[in-house]
């Protein structure tokens, strides 16, 4: 049984994908309605956008504008933008975990599972919240929000990099909800943030500890170059030869987290939608910026 569970999590498919971004969706819902909303805690995103604005609308519509429906109306724009940009295939995961999650989110009840105790609610809700975050991530998606906005930014402003514009819009959301619910709240609000972020990450090297990938395109030395400066990642460029052609190709090689592999993605689509690419997993790594090479004992 524990088999057959682990080789569904590690065999890539597109039904286990689209499971996976179900049960992760799940999860960050649950979060969300019972604990983040009821507890007044903006992690950042879009739907602590929407907690905030729930916050003030709550004398024009009864209990307040649903965070699912700002969810939902946030991305319509940025989905719209991101279609022409990126085209479909490169959204339509992305796409369909923002309605799972606007779904969710309008399914389950509002209600607070911890009441007003801080404690519980930052634990649980990063770990629930942590937990569904790296399930989506284990597909190369994202639930879009600030997300997707941070790759349209960088799309127009190549000199910033996409986890930097996530960080300045996240943290400007997380400082909109310490004006609104107040300091206290905030700080517990980073708690769980902090909690969020060690839980993704665990989950992601816990299954899988990277990705390699090997890129082929005539642009490979500009598709390098961005990948050493934006993700502070090596590439190893192979000296290769088309068998059909016979011209010489080169071949960049570069192994990233799972996290940074969607980056990867947007960075050779940017330069050459039509590069040949191939991901595998990597089981270990050793080397510069992954740990010192270690002998192993008998």
Not at 4 to 28: E, N, Q, V
Not at 142 to 156: N, P
Not at 258 to 282: G, N
Request: proline share 2%; hydrophobic share 50%; net charge neutral.
């Amino acid at each position: 049984m524990s088999r057959g569970i682990s080789a569904f999590f590690s065999k890539r498919s597109t039904l286990r994908d689209y499971i996976l971004i179900l049960i992760g969706t799940f999860l960050m819902s649950v979060a969300i309605n019972f604990i983040y909303e009821p507890m007044e805690l903006i992690t950042g995103g879009v739907t602590g956008l929407g907690i905030i604005l729930k916050h003030f609308t709550g004398g024009i519509v009864e209990g307040g504008f649903p965070v699912w429906a700002t969810n939902l109306l946030f991305n319509i724009p940025v989905f719209l933008i991101s279609l022409k940009v990126f085209g479909f295939r490169y959204i339509s995961k992305t796409l369909f975990a923002t309605l799972a999650l606007s779904g969710f989110l309008a399914l389950l009840p509002s209600f607070a599972l911890f009441e007003s105790d801080y404690i519980l609610s930052v634990i649980f809700g990063g770990l629930l919240s942590g937990a569904g975050i790296g399930l989506v991530l284990l597909t190369m998606a994202t639930t879009g929000g600030t997300d997707m906005l941070g790759m349209l930014i960088r799309h127009k402003s190549p000199h910033l990099t996409v986890p930097q514009i996530i960080f300045v819009l996240d943290g400007l959301i997380v400082l909109a909800g310490a004006v609104v619910f107040g300091i206290k709240a905030a700080l517990y609000a980073t708690i769980a943030v902090y909690v969020t972020s060690k839980v993704s990450d665990s989950l992601l090297d816990g299954l899988k500890f990277a990705k390699c990938a090997y890129i082929i395109s005539d642009l490979a030395d500009d598709i390098a170059q961005e990948i050493l400066v934006e993700l502070d990642r090596g590439v190893t460029g192979l000296n290769g030869e088309g068998m059909f052609s016979h011209l010489d190709k080169k071949v960049l090689y570069c192994v990233v987290s799972r996290k940074e592999m969607v980056y990867v993605l947007d960075i050779v689509y940017k330069h050459d939608p039509t590069a040949f690419v191939t991901i595998s997993d990597v089981r270990e790594v050793w080397g510069e910026g992954y740990g010192e090479l270690k002998r192993r004992k008998n």
